[in-house]
């Protein structure tokens, strides 16, 4: 199923020779000093950065890599917040012919190892005092390691080793460069090809250690312009970003649409204002996993629970015409004028304000991507009027291959592959896919790539297939697909997304490959759950305990009973336990973007998964936990196990 | 109102001469003497009912001694009142936080602020010429070296009662840092709070006295022996109103009698590492 080209909103020309350099010195030099590039919120104002600003701090850091010895391919990584320092350095390192790495913000000291190592990285930008402490941590470690370079000054008073360097001198001697070589930078620009390596990409491995997939400029240049052939973007938006920057759905919005277009992208004060900050700008499109919006809901659904009568009946009026009208909408039926009439008055009287509070009011297209959304959540967010689609995509495609249309949106489905991409069904189920995105194979992984490459085929690894109206259907990974007692295969993460529906359920795994009957660990939502005790006032003193109180229990039995309802008989949860403690990707539980490490999980927490697979009605845990810094702690506790009464 | 009266990093800043504070027959304080120097800071610890609050509220002025002197910049000042003092450059924080609930956060370190204000109740009415750029001056002095010192940035616009207790700490040292002070008396700051917290905070009470846009010299109240031994230049020992000694860290540690009134008590020993 191969789509037609449609008029391009962008007018740029994707030729073998454009790179990300040529284009971004082509926008900037275009746009100048008139248009806003970026803005950040710094002291508690929005500061504007033009286009002609932008140029100039890419151009200074670009040569004082150069300056510091940068040659051609050479790995620079960089890690922190997203800010525009972390754009410059990005931007930079390409201009300067070499290969961006990304790091997770919040990665382990040995995640950062192994990535800086098997990278070969030569230059690792940092924000401040903490990247820098886990750089300098591992220095000794990474041969290949030359600099380190810091742009925020704050608690780097003591810090001397000569193999730290603040950005601000970076640029001077970029500075001092262009005095010898006034033309060097233009030059650098001019060199490359648009099949040479941009990124270098580590992806968030579900089952083993991160693999790096190489990904060239061509790649980047033309997921961007073909998914803005299918949502165009003006020039004129405002784009929001917070979600890390090693995450690939952030680099296609940042760099491969961003730079196409020339909207305007905001950064946040602080990972902690990002909310806040969100609704000051009010995105015209929006990109987030799944976690972001079921946040938005469980915040809407605990607003709600602590509203006034009056408010919770408008609420309850406008949501009962919202779904109603979208359910009309997702079956392409006409809505009838009453109707129209009445989604109008729910729109003035509840669903703008709430739009609002969530950053939403000025969104034309909000996607998730990058794991499962339950339909729960998505019909939600469309029964308030927001235009969310679903996407499929992974690194290895440079972002996404297939997403919905507006006016065609089926909840179960991820929508049609965007132009330019092929999509065909594989053996036993597998999604295969073919565009000029597809990545050019993992860095130092043979092996890996003959595997996933094929003919110019990209092997997903997931399990699908295309439904009657020419929709793409995720099914799972194909090895997470359970067989069930009876031998019909399903989905956990389908399960999983219906009990995250809840907003006392933060996480859940749902267990039950060639089993008997289906059983589940979930993770309260501390926050939520711990206010509702507070209400029935219930005496607690941290997670562990609150989560094993059996009030909670019941509560939580009440919330799977409800996502059971409507399954057959064999998909429901029979039995169950809350976890003592919250998953977290430091414990490895998790990936960096929040996907279920479930052969992990399964191996870690062997006992439960016993326990719930016995005739006993408790499981004793004896166990460390180590935080971000390194440390341990020792938990020893008793978790309660469960059967679901019908 | 600061005085411009200056004191050279390693000189005396504050001097206690032979303090005596008693509450009826109760003596609190039994001459006490302590030289802080410029740039330091200088911890007192002892336990609980030792007279450390009350040597702190005879510093900032919430207490008038019976007897001895206070001495601060070279100039007795027994006989000034509380905000007097903090004219002088004398702030603090309290053992038990004491903010203002019902108000921002924002508001709250404006509050420590006011003492610099310069406008009158008339042109701050109709906000313009000097009164305009004062404010928005205040306005980048609180921001820039306040909230992002403290990592507030989120919780600005929040009434401080609604914060947990860790945040409120965290304001409340706002304040006092508002003042632009010299001297910077904390009682207790970590009392209440978790390790990450604690570490927070541990890490402010550095910047602040040593990075060089504040360089404020601090005198510490603390029962958390491994935050005050890594901390301190200078620790005074106060037991029941005497001081058994003023050393450094080291030999305080190493001084027998310390150990046997306050650190050989393993319960109040209550280091974290």
Request: aromatic share 10%.
């Amino acid at each position: 199923m191969q789509h037609e080209n449609r008029n391009f909103s962008s007018d740029i020309e994707i030729s073998k020779d454009l790179t990300i350099p040529k284009l971004f010195y082509r926008q900037a030099t275009r746009f100048g000093q008139d248009r806003v590039a970026m803005r950040e919120k710094e002291f508690g104002i929005w500061r504007p950065i033009t286009w002609h600003g932008y140029l100039e701090n890419v151009k200074y850091i670009a040569l004082g890599l150069i300056g510091l010895g940068l040659e051609e391919g050479d790995k620079v990584s960089m890690i922190g917040d997203n800010r525009p320092e972390g754009l410059w350095a990005e931007m930079a390192t390409l201009c300067a012919r070499g290969v961006g790495v990304w790091l997770f913000q919040d990665c382990l000291i040995d995640e950062v190892r192994y990535i800086i190592d098997h990278s070969d990285t030569r230059f690792l930008f940092g924000e401040g005092q903490e990247e820098v402490d886990k750089a300098i941590s591992i220095f000794n470690e990474c041969p290949k390691l030359q600099k380190i370079i810091w742009d925020d000054p704050k608690g780097m008073r003591n810090y001397d080793q000569d193999f730290l360097i603040s950005l601000k001198e970076v640029k001077e001697l970029g500075r001092e460069l262009e005095k010898e070589k006034p033309h060097l930078f233009e030059e650098l620009i001019n060199k490359g090809t648009g099949d040479e390596v941009a990124l270098l990409f580590y992806t968030s491995g579900t089952t083993a250690l991160p693999k790096g997939a190489l990904l060239s400029h061509n790649n980047m240049l033309t997921m961007g312009k073909h998914l803005m052939a299918v949502d165009p973007c003006l020039d004129k938006d405002d784009y929001v970003s917070y979600l890390p920057f090693a995450w690939i759905g952030e680099q296609m919005m940042s760099i491969s649409c961003g730079l196409q277009i020339g909207y305007t992208i905001n950064f946040p004060e602080e990972p902690e204002t990002a909310q806040e900050n969100i609704r000051e700008i009010g995105p015209h499109v929006m990109f987030a996993p799944p976690r972001m919006y079921e946040q938005m809901t469980r915040s809407v659904q605990v607003k709600y629970l602590d509203a006034t009568w009056i408010k919770r009946k408008f609420y309850e009026f406008s949501t009962y015409i919202g779904y109603k009208v979208a359910n009309l909408k997702f079956d392409k039926k006409p809505v009838p004028v009453f109707w129209r009439l009445l989604e109008w008055l729910a729109s003035i009287t509840v669903q703008k304000k709430l739009k609002d509070h969530l950053g939403l009011s000025r969104v034309r297209n909000a996607y998730t991507g990058g794991a499962a959304m339950g339909p729960d959540h998505f019909r939600f967010f469309h029964a308030l009027g927001v235009n969310l689609k679903q996407i499929y995509g992974q690194t290895e495609v440079a972002g996404i291959s297939v997403v919905h249309r507006s006016g065609d949106i089926k909840f179960d489905t991820v929508g049609h592959p965007i132009p330019g991409t092929e999509v065909k069904i594989g053996e036993g189920g597998e999604i295969l896919t073919r565009s000029p995105s597809v990545f050019l194979g993992y860095y130092k992984n043979p092996e890996a790539t003959e595997k996933t490459l094929q003919d110019g085929w990209l092997y997903s690894g997931d399990k699908g297939f295309i439904d009657d109206d020419g929709h793409l259907v995720v099914f799972d990974r194909t090895k997470d697909v359970f067989t069930l007692k009876d031998g019909k295969p399903f989905a956990p993460q389908y399960l999983e997304t219906r009990l995250k529906f809840s907003p006392y359920i933060r996480d859940s795994w749902v267990i039950g490959d060639k089993k008997d009957y289906i059983s589940a660990v979930l993770c309260i939502d501390y926050a939520v759950v711990g206010k509702w005790a507070d209400e029935k006032k219930l005496n607690y003193t941290s997670y562990q305990e609150l989560s094993q109180m059996p009030e909670i229990y019941d509560l939580v039995e009440k919330q799977i009973r409800q996502a059971n309802k409507d399954l057959p008989d064999l998909a429901k949860v029979v039995k169950f336990t809350n976890l003592y403690k919250e998953l977290d990707a430091d414990d490895d539980e998790l990936t960096r973007t929040r996907k279920l490490r479930r052969a992990f999980v399964e191996k870690r927490y062997e006992e439960i998964v016993d326990a719930l697979y016995s005739d006993n009605d408790s499981v004793h845990i004896d166990t460390t936990i180590k935080y971000e810094d390194g440390r341990e702690a020792h938990i020893k506790t008793d978790m309660q196990i469960r059967t679901v009464k019908e | 109102m600061v005085e411009s009266n200056t004191v050279n990093a390693g000189d005396v800043l504050l001097e206690l001469e032979d303090i005596h504070m008693s509450f009826g027959k109760v003596e609190a304080l039994a001459g006490i003497n302590l030289q802080i120097r410029k740039g330091e800071i200088h911890s007192v610890i002892g336990p609980n009912g030792a007279g450390k609050t009350v040597m702190m509220n005879c510093i900032n002025g919430l207490y008038r001694p019976q007897q001895g002197n206070i001495v601060y910049k070279g100039r007795r000042i027994n006989h000034l009142r509380p905000y007097e003092r903090a004219g002088l450059g004398i702030s603090r924080t309290f053992q038990k936080v004491e903010v203002f609930g019902g108000m921002t956060v924002l508001d709250n370190i404006r509050l420590g602020r006011h003492i610099h204000l310069k406008s009158g109740i008339a042109s701050g009415s109709i906000y313009a010429g000097k009164t305009a750029k004062e404010e928005v001056a205040h306005r980048q002095f609180i921001e820039e070296e306040i909230i992002d010192l403290l990592e507030i940035e989120s919780i600005r616009s929040r009434p401080t009662g609604m914060l947990p207790y860790g945040l409120q700490k965290r304001v409340e040292l706002g304040r006092a840092l508002a003042l632009e002070p010299e001297l910077l008396i904390l009682d207790e700051p970590l009392a209440g709070l978790n390790l990450e917290e604690v570490e927070d905070m541990a890490r402010f009470i550095l910047d602040i006295n040593e990075e060089k846009r504040w360089k404020v010299t601090c005198l510490l109240v603390e029962h958390d022996m491994g935050v005050v031994m890594d901390l301190s230049d200078r620790v005074f020992v106060l037991n029941f109103g005497n001081m058994i000694m003023d050393g450094t860290p080291k030999e305080v540690q190493q001084n027998p009698e310390v150990v046997k009134a306050y650190l050989g008590e393993e319960d109040l020993y209550a280091t974290r590492k």
